[in-house]
Structure formats: structure tokens, C-alpha cells
């Protein structure tokens, strides 16, 4: 009978397990976000054994030593500038050998380094770290520390941690490849916007302004991670549509005839045109379309008002606002930046969102301000 109860438990723990895992890869598959994805499926390892903390570390291989990639609890900030070399420690070695480590009680194992503890005033009693594989390749190490009620690791813990271990370096794998096909496609869109600047010697480097003066906007307005990266593309391409609008308009030194304004006006349309038939920029083409569009109406292409205007385009509004303003143009000369920002404050409500004017004048001034101390 007892032993039966006994047989009954350890089925319903490897029954608990196997949903924790079915619950992990739901999460794995619906989060693109690495950090978010990490931080769930490890609050998730501490829940079931009880651990009080846990990390993962990735391998720098150039350096041979590794780094904190998510190390979660209080301690965390301070951990994040630990480094440890390979092969020390209970994380060296597991890194090094490819193999799993239950480690019961930490003082009685010689592989054992304090560095980490000493740097970050934690106190660490038992450890379960796995390796992290991918494609035949050890990526990094997961670990989870002290089992709460001073009561040890045991091999359930220890199975269950190292599937999640083999889901957590798919997704490590899977969220570089991301970043890395990511950042190829920033780049080569940057380069398309930077051979429009290039079009007009007083434009060179204009967009990759407009993308900083956007972020400071959209960062200070809070939006998310994702609405970000949005804006930042958005700005970017923001005057791609200049690459139809012929050089002698583009790079004419002085004033434009009225036709030729209304020519250099179509800009907008013809850069949402570019970027619609791309699958991945669709939805970005209102953010270009409605970039020279006015809080009171008045602006172009089509006189779009207010809180009608995408916050992307308002926010890249401003931003493209201000560099014309700040850089030297055939027809006059750059304003310093105390006059920039008060023609920003005069236009405010008229030309530009006004929040949006206070906040970027705020976040410019801190940073002038933080450049010069
Ligand atoms: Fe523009």
C-alpha cells in the first residue's frame, strides 16, 4: 500500500512535469521577444522545484568565458557584469563537459567558485545547472538555485530541467537567427535610404538622424518594444519616395518653383508605394504616407487631422522637422538648436503634436545637457 502511494505521487509529479513542459512550448511558440520568452519559462522552473533562483549564462567564445544572458531575482542587476571563465565553477564546468550537474550542497564540491556570491552578496546552497545544446553545439547553461524549505534537487527536478533546457537553446538559436536576419534587413534598408539622402549633398546622413530623434520620442512616450522597432524602420524609409522625384528638383541650390514644390510633395505617396507590396513593411506605409501631414489639416498629401495622424508619423514629423531646421540647406542656413526648439514650440498645436513637441524638447535638452557634464 505504501508503496503504492509512493508509485501514485511520483506519477502525478511526472504528470505535473509533463504539463509544465506542454505549457513552456505554447510559450516558446507565441513569444518572439528572448528576454520576455527566457524570464516566463524560468519563473516557470522556479514555481515547480521550488528553487529560489535561476539563470541562464551564454558563452562568449571569443573571450572563453561566460555571461549572464537572464539572471532573475534581486541579485539579478549586479550579476549581469559577472563574467565566468570556462571550466570554473559548477556553470564552467557544465559548459565544458556538456553534461548536467546536481550539486547537493555546494560547500562540499570542490568545483564549487564563490566569485559570483561575493559580487552579489547572495548565498548560494545547492545547484542544478544543465547545458544548453544546440545542433550538436553547447550554447550556454541554465541553472536553478537552493531548493526552498532547505530541501535538496532531486533526479525528477533534474529531467524535467533538462528538457526545458533543450527548448530554451532552440529558442536562444531561434531568437539569433531572428536578430541576425533582422539586422540584415535594417541594414539593407538602411542603405536604400542613405542613397536617397545621397541624392542631395545637403540631406547626407538626414535619416539616420530622424531615426534618433524618433527613438528618443517613442521611447519617452513609452511604446513598446515592438511599436520600436516599427518606428525606427518607419523612420528610416520615411523619404524613400524621394527616389522618384528627379535629381534636378532634389539637388536644385535654390528655391523651388511652385511645380516643382508640388512635384517634391508627391514624395509621401510614392515612398507608401515602395513599401506596400513588401509583406513585411505593409503596415508601415500609413507611418511614410502621412509624414508631412499637419495637427491642423493643412498639411500633405492628404490633409489627415489631429489624433488621425499615426503617432509613428507624428512622432517622425517632428523629428524630420527639426534636422531640416538644425542642418545647413542651399536656401538658408541652420538654426542653433535654442531657436530650433522655439519654432518647434510655435508651430506647436498648428504644424506638430504638442505633447509629443514637449516631450522631445525635454528628452534633447537632457541629453545636450548630460553631454556636456
Ligand atoms: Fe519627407
Known sequence: MK???????????KIKNLEILIDTTMVFSSILDIDELLNIVLQKAE?????????VFRIDEKKNDLYFFIARGEVGKEAKAIRVPMGKGIVGWVAQHGKPLLVPDVTKDRRWFKGVDKKTKFVTRSILAVPLITKGKIIGVAEVLNKKGNRRFNKDDL????ALGNQIAIAIENASLYSELDELFKSSIR???EAVDAKDPYTRGHSARVVEYSLLMGEA??????????????????DVGKIGVPDSILGKPGKLTTQEYEYMKKHPEFGAGIIQPIDRLKKLSPNVLYHHERIDGNGYPTGLKGKRIPLPARIIC???SY???TTDRPYRKKKNIRAAFEELHRCSGTQFDPKLVRI???????????QST
Open 3 to 13: 508503496y503504492l502511494k509512493s508509485r501514485i505521487r511520483s506519477l502525478q509529479k
Open 47 to 55: 514555481e515547480v522545484m521550488e528553487a529560489e533562483v535561476s539563470s
Open 159 to 162: 529531467e524535467l530541467f533538462a
Open 191 to 193: 542603405s536604400i535610404s
Open 221 to 238: 512616450v513609452g511604446l513598446s518594444k515592438d511599436d520600436l522597432n516599427n518606428l525606427e524602420i518607419s523612420a528610416i524609409l520615411h
Open 318 to 320: 517632428i523629428a524630420d
Open 323 to 325: 534636422d531640416a531646421m
Open 360 to 370: 522631445f524638447v525635454t528628452e534633447l535638452e537632457k541629453q545636450i545637457l548630460y
